[in-house]
């Protein structure tokens, strides 16, 4: 079977799904990552399935249980929710294997499929191993005991959040929430209301076609809404969730946005006063004063490379209680499963602002002022983009201290860093900046915009 190759990536498979995704080839998926759980377990494998409210995801959806019944499997389907409802399924139910269709944060046209195994991602060597089965000649014949249930496990989510949560006495912060019309809009809210909590929502209703914003809360366009409804009301907090409810936006009572990197210094100090010493990670486009802030708190701070199913697999192996990404993907060891869920992430920031009794800027003061970009995103080729990183990447060596676990962090001296990795989810570099001051921040990223784009022409794409 012939399909595009980049479809395949490093944590997730996604692709613009009309011309990348189309039916037969989301059968062979279902059907190949069922046949891979059934060979590793010798039975047929119990999987959980949920998708995102994507236009194309009915279509998707029919095809991977077409997939899923011949070879076998017993299907549990969730319905749909967001991403971490299914995750959420794998641990509730026990499941052999979790998949969610969903194309994230990617536009509208875009769909995908992220799958677990057992409790554990499946990604990387897991997903080009896939890639091979899927396009192997091979048609195996039909086995027989498929199944398909539908479940719907929102009540017994709810009750999970609620066990998980430590919120004080009321009254709690009036909160507004913009879902984005992604697929956490309903449940999210219904979960925070039933935990006792005031929510003005903003686009609950789930909607493939995005017509109000785009559900990215990494993009500062993306809050607009959301910061007008805050300072029109009063409101001491604005959530903001992205298209599959894995990644957390904020903004405070002023208006003004918290990053992910900034919301994880306030759940690392919260995090080390009942767990002093514990390890946590932050990614390679958080802040400095992130990881600052936690060893000045007596944590272990380290670094990751960027990517839910790279996070979680290291947070495993260093017994880490909290990781983060400046995109707002959160993921709490303590007292939770260790997966990033946008929904129990404004939870737990809900339970720090209430307990503290002041507003959220408040309790960000003492930490150091930094000039620092958002992310910036340079189109660049699928097939090119890793390529241009190393050309950036062997430049800096030769002169600057650069952390190169994932693209190239590079150091300029007195905090300052500039950022260059390719996106594992689309056909762009990813860069980030932050220096002392704003003229040092924007001499840095002069320097490295300029051997990105020398780079870029070496290889012959167009940045």
Not at 81 to 106: C, E, K, M, R, W
Not at 196 to 224: A, C, K, Y
């Amino acid at each position: 079977m012939t399909f595009p190759g980049h479809v395949f990536r490093e944590y997730d498979i996604r692709g613009v799904a009309d011309r990348e995704l189309d039916s037969p080839l989301a059968q062979r998926i279902g059907h190949a990552f069922a046949a891979t759980l059934a060979a590793e377990l010798g039975h047929a494998p119990a999987i959980a399935l949920g998708r995102d409210g994507r236009l194309s995801s009915p279509r998707i959806h029919q095809a991977v249980v077409a997939g899923f019944l011949a070879a076998g499997a017993r299907v549990t389907d969730v319905g749909i929710g967001p991403t971490p409802l299914v995750y959420f399924a794998a641990h509730h139910l026990d499941t052999d294997g979790a998949l969610q269709i969903t194309g994230s944060h990617n536009p509208g046209e875009d769909n995908g499929l992220k799958m677990m195994r057992g409790r554990a991602s499946f990604f990387g060597a897991d997903i080009q191993a896939l890639r091979a089965r899927v396009s192997s000649a091979e048609v195996l014949p039909p086995e027989p005991g498929g199944a398909v249930e539908e479940l719907d496990i929102s009540a017994a989510y709810i009750e999970g959040i609620r066990d998980a949560s430590r919120l004080p006495p009321g009254p709690h912060p009036r909160v507004v929430v913009d879902a984005g019309n992604g697929s956490a809009g309903p449940l999210g809210v219904r979960t925070l209301r039933a935990l006792g909590l005031e929510v003005d929502p903003l686009f609950e209703e789930i909607d493939g076609r995005f017509p109000n914003h785009h559900p990215d809360p990494t993009q500062p366009e993306n809050l607009v809404h959301l910061k007008e409804r805050v300072l029109s009301t009063g409101a001491l907090l604005g959530l903001a969730w992205d298209g599959d409810g894995d990644r957390l936006g904020a903004i405070d009572e002023r208006g003004e946005i918290v990053w992910g990197d900034k919301l994880m210094i306030l759940f690392s100090r919260a995090l080390l006063k009942e767990h002093p010493g514990a390890a946590i990670l932050g990614e390679v486009k958080c802040s400095e004063t992130l990881f600052d802030d936690i060893r000045a708190h007596g944590g272990q701070a380290l670094y990751s490379k960027t990517g839910h199913s790279l996070i979680k697999t290291r947070m495993k192996k260093e017994g880490a209680l909290l990781a983060g990404e400046m995109s707002g993907h959160l993921f709490f060891g303590d007292r939770f499963f260790g997966y990033d869920d946008a929904i129990y992430a404004a939870v737990r920031l809900i339970e720090i602002v209430s307990a503290a009794r002041v507003p959220l800027s408040h309790l960000l003061s003492d930490v150091p002022r930094t000039f620092a970009t958002p992310e910036l995103r340079v189109d660049c080729p699928d097939a090119r983009k890793f390529e241009v990183v190393e050309r950036v990447l062997a430049h800096f060596k030769k002169t600057h201290q650069v952390l190169d676990i994932d693209g190239a962090r590079v150091s300029f001296g007195d905090g300052a860093w500039g950022l260059c990795r390719a996106s594992n989810t689309q056909p762009v570099l990813v860069l980030r900046f932050e220096a002392k001051t704003e003229a040092r921040l924007a001499a840095i990223r002069a320097e490295v915009e300029a051997v990105v784009q020398r780079a870029s022409g070496a290889t012959g794409a167009g940045a």
